[in-house]
């Protein structure tokens, strides 16, 4: 099945800086890419997502790249805030056919911290 | 519209007893899901459901129990509770059709197993 691995485990950065979170996946039929944002002791966010037939997709601050080839996706947060601290969550998941969607299967989570 | 609610919020639980922890929807998303959360290990699928009557096992099945009579209603049944168990669980829908929409969550079920 569907395996997705994701770095760092934790990330630290300064105000205004950039911050970038790499995904992999192991199945080549796998077509949607997701990234939730959790805040302590919410739920999970969507807050981007990119489907296989999409090289890079922007959203103000946020962007997320897709390279199909060598199967991995990032998110990019661009001039960070504090209020972007929190747990991020890529995944992804392939349609299995006759309209049905598949698993949405998650990495392990990235903790990124912005200090003031 | 109250989106996916999840009952109840906190619950304690004996090893060996059993629960069902309860997920609604009202946005007549096809698509419902378990996840569990623990540190470090994300968010992992217990068991996903493509529409009413039909359900399959996700990443860690085993112990917890699902069905689907209605589009609204994705109940997880925890059959012998285990220490193990002790976990967040958050119910997930999405629209069915097609792989490109998002999910949903409800705000989560916190589980301590003694």
């Known amino acids: 099945g569907e395996n997705v691995e994701q770095h760092p485990s934790t990330l630290s950065v300064q105000e205004g800086d950039s911050a970038v979170i790499k995904c992999t996946y192991s199945d080549s039929a796998s077509n949607y890419f997701p990234w939730y944002k959790q805040e302590l002791g919410k739920r999970p966010q969507l807050i981007i997502d990119?489907?296989?037939?999409?090289g890079e997709k922007k959203d103000q601050r946020i962007a997320v790249t897709l390279n199909k080839t060598a199967k991995h996706f990032s998110l990019h947060i661009t001039e960070t805030q504090p209020e972007d601290s929190a747990v991020y969550f890529c995944a992804a998941k392939k349609n299995m056919g006759s309209g049905n969607t598949g698993k949405l299967i998650f990495g392990q989570g990235t903790t990124l911290q912005v200090k003031p | 519209n109250a989106g996916v609610t999840q009952t109840p919020k906190f619950q304690v639980l004996k090893t060996g007893q059993s629960m069902t922890l309860q997920c609604a929807q009202d946005m007549n998303h096809e698509y419902m899901s378990w996840y569990r959360q623990d540190p470090g290990m994300g968010l992992r699928l217990i068991h996903y459901?493509?529409?009413?009557?039909?359900?399959d096992q996700g990443e860690v099945p085993n112990g917890y129990n699902v069905s689907r009579s209605t589009t609204e209603d994705f109940p997880l049944r925890l059959l012998s509770a285990a220490p193990s168990q002790t976990s967040v669980y958050f119910c997930a829908s999405s629209y069915g059709g097609g792989s490109y929409f998002g999910y949903t969550f409800g705000s989560g079920t916190r589980l301590t197993v003694v």
């Open positions: 459901s493509v529409g009413a009557g039909i359900t």
């Open positions: 990119i489907r296989s037939n999409v």
